[in-house]
């Protein structure tokens, strides 16, 4: 019987358009999320844990400011070369995945592509070294996908601070964070054009965790609301410039979708690779049921499917790469990196979907892995823009020519 665990591994470690420095960095994102990560993914989804421990080592290997210059604590790396780490650690703990994406692309390369170099140094350093947990404040109750018009936080300048009032919902590493690119309203009169970006210590006075969430799946990234209450924050901590950070927004969404892909991708990989296992060793009527030709159409849909989320997920990643701060919310990467993430959370469903089928009643009970993976579907359609909204962004630039 061929060993198809080596065979997944062995494709997947040679993208057809990775350099060879790019495949070395996911075969060592790979290995270290198999023996490093996955030994933590069974507890964070039993007890909604937070392994403490987890950042330091991974910025100890250097995996966290992978877009980040090195004389800020980065490697100075590309987008593509993120989304592939990402997509190692997510096969082996997508729930640690999550948390990862949220410190090292909404936090930490947020605030490299857009704040000031004093900003930078003070915050980068302890960021890519896992010293410093991020998170990024957008969501707030009562507004979803109309984020920025129903944005009621704000933000009024009092002498040398800015002081915050609101709160902010569904934030990953919110529980957890050190440091936080916060959003809130300068100009109150101005809709979305009053909006300005803060970096937020969680030790600033008014600043609260109001409660950690408990989630159906990425259950131990830890999620929560968090409240601002006369919450100082001192003026030389805005990102950009006062009522501009609509554009940092923006141009951050779109980063955020070219790397939820790489989750759909980890998660659909594994499901695939744990599939193909249990089709090979689980008997039936004398035989593996990997032999039935019903289970073998399974598997075979899901590699393609697999096969076309990684294709157009390096695509559109290698397009992103190259956005200019301030480019994005428009234009033909803004329809890219929507259709990315709306297409590969799609075929991850359909892969996971197939990959419980296979798995019957074993995959159905809770504490499997398939079951564990299933569980993650729900957040990749909903989460950085719904499907729906994805549709609408897709759709709009593609009515307006795609122009810039």
Known sequence: MPDTDQMLRNDAARPFDLSPEQREILDQADRFGRNELYPLAERMDNEEWWPEEAFPKIGAQGFFGITVAEEYGGLGQDLVTAGIVLQAFSRWNHALALSVVAHDNLCMNNIYRNANDHLRRKYLPD?????????????????????LGSMRTTAKRDGDHYVLNGSKIYITNGAVADTLLVYAKTNPDAGAKGIS??????????????QKLTKMGY??????????????????????????????????????????????????????????????????????????????SM????????????????????????????AGGRGNIHAMTAASVMYCANACHDVLDRGIQVHGGAGYIWESEM?????S?????????????RKMIIAGELLKGMGG
């Open 197 to 210: 970006a803060f970096i937020v210590e969680k030790d600033f006075p008014g600043f609260k965790v109001a």
């Open 371 to 375: 079951n564990r993976l299933y569980r």
């Open 219 to 296: 259950r131990g990234s830890q999620t929560a609301e968090l409240v601002f209450e006369d919450c100082r924050v001192p003026a030389e901590n805005l990102v950009g410039e006062e009522n501009r950070g609509v554009a940092v927004v923006m141009s951050g969404l779109d980063l955020e979708r070219a790397m939820i892909s790489p989750i759909c991708l980890g998660v659909a990989e594994r499901a695939l690779e744990i599939s193909l296992e249990y089709a090979q060793t689980r008997q039936q009527f004398g035989k593996p049921i990997g032999s039935f030709q019903m289970v073998q």
């Open 127 to 147: 960021l890519c070294s896992g010293k410093k947990v991020g998170a990024l404040g957008l969501t707030e109750p009562g507004a979803g996908s109309d984020a």
């Open 377 to 389: 579907i729900k957040l990749l359609e909903i989460g950085a823009g719904t499907t729906e909204v």
């Open 299 to 326: 598997l075979a849909e899901m590699y393609v499917s697999v096969e076309s989320m990684r294709a157009f997920n390096l695509k559109v990643l290698a397009e992103a790469a190259e956005m200019e701060v301030g």
